[in-house]
């Protein structure tokens, strides 16, 4: 049998994304139709059909992607508890993105409310992107001292903005900034060594001062909000230790959108608390990908359809 109490669900961000996530969720589990329907009521567009056919540079689109994923990731998870009641976890995180969708889970966000707000994050950071325009790139090979060393030199060489975006597991490492700068990062990580540096397929500066504008609506956004106390301790982007109130809650996300997104160390966080398993729910397995750079020897089970929900509950009975 699974041990619940020391399994993490954790959920993606952006970049998980795939036309057709959730299609099979819904021909196997009525509650994961109802998830997607409530969606397309809430937000008044047909969000399940744009998952389920594209096209694809609609999704890709991030104030489409955000809903998209939040809603797979619960549809997910409401399709495993349908067939295991008791598969409540220990713990729970959240990629960016996800960690809207980790609250939900915690059942700290209402789902009606967090449809809105992952489409109204989406709305604002597409805006910021386009009031200030910026880039991310991924670099592999480096360590997290190195890459501040190659943004600190970046800005001092462009007077630009770059900063440390995500540091995603060891030598993964996603730097976010303007143009000029990311170009110059670039050049500068594989002068310092770096395997690989290359852009991503991204037209906002994610998690760098340039979303400040996006920020601050955000926080307006927010104000709406009614948090309740999560039930289950989730572990923070921005400080990788556990939110435990409703004000810690709005804090983290006030921040998050301009703040490094910190998951080796959320990661090794829970692992520290007690966490052998880690169940991935939503589209792909980057995070399961990511698990297995930060600690071999900890279990990742990327949920990702209704055939994996099935074999994972058959194999954790036995």
């Given at each position: 049998m699974m041990n619940w109490t020391k399994t993490a669900?954790?959920?993606?961000?952006?970049?998980?994304?795939?036309?057709g996530m959730g299609k099979d969720l819904v021909?196997?589990?009525p509650v994961a139709r109802e998830t997607f329907e409530n969606a397309d009521d809430i937000l008044g567009f047909g969000l399940s059909t744009l998952?389920?056919?594209?096209?694809?540079?609609?999704?890709?689109?991030?104030?489409?992607?955000?809903?998209?994923?939040?809603?797979?990731?619960?549809?997910?998870l409401r399709a495993l508890q349908q067939e295991a009641p008791d598969a409540v976890p220990s713990f729970v995180a959240g990629h960016s993105l996800g960690e809207l969708t980790a609250l939900t889970a915690a059942g700290a966000l209402?789902?009606?409310?967090?449809?809105?707000?992952?489409?109204?994050?989406?709305r604002l950071m597409k805006a910021a992107g386009e009031q200030s325009p910026g880039a991310m790139a991924a670099l592999l090979g480096l360590d997290t001292e190195a890459v501040l060393d190659v943004c600190a030199k970046a800005r001092e060489q462009t007077g630009g903005v770059l900063v440390l975006a995500n540091d995603n597991c060891p030598g993964q490492i996603v730097i976010s900034?303007?143009?000029?700068?990311?170009?110059?990062?670039?050049?500068?990580a594989k002068k310092a060594g770096a395997r690989r540096a290359v852009k991503l397929a991204v037209s906002i500066a994610a998690h760098s001062p340039l979303m400040e504008s996006a920020s601050a609506e955000f926080q307006e956004a927010l104000k709406g909000i009614d948090f309740s106390e999560p039930t289950i301790p989730i572990y923070a982007n921005v400080t990788a230790a556990p939110l435990?109130?409703?004000?810690?809650?709005?804090?983290?996300?006030?921040?998050?959108?301009?703040?490094s997104v910190r998951w080796t160390?959320?990661?090794?966080?829970m692992i520290a608390a007690g966490a052998e398993h880690f169940v991935e729910l939503g589209p792909k397995d980057v995070l399961s990908g990511l698990l297995r750079r930060i600690d071999r020897s900890k279990k990742g089970v990327p949920?990702?359809?209704?055939?994996?929900?099935k074999q994972f509950i058959e194999s954790a009975a036995n």
């Open positions: 669900f954790v959920f993606p961000g952006q970049g998980s994304q795939v036309v021909e196997a589990y998952c389920f056919e594209g096209p694809e540079a609609t999704l890709n689109d991030t104030i489409n992607t955000q809903p998209a994923l939040y809603v797979a990731g619960i549809a997910t209402a789902f009606e409310d967090g449809v809105r707000l992952v489409r109204e994050r989406g900034g303007d143009n000029t700068a990311i170009d110059a990062g670039i050049e500068l435990t109130s409703a004000e810690a809650i709005r804090e983290e996300l006030n921040n998050q959108l301009t703040h160390e959320s990661v090794r966080a949920l990702n359809s209704a055939a994996s929900i």
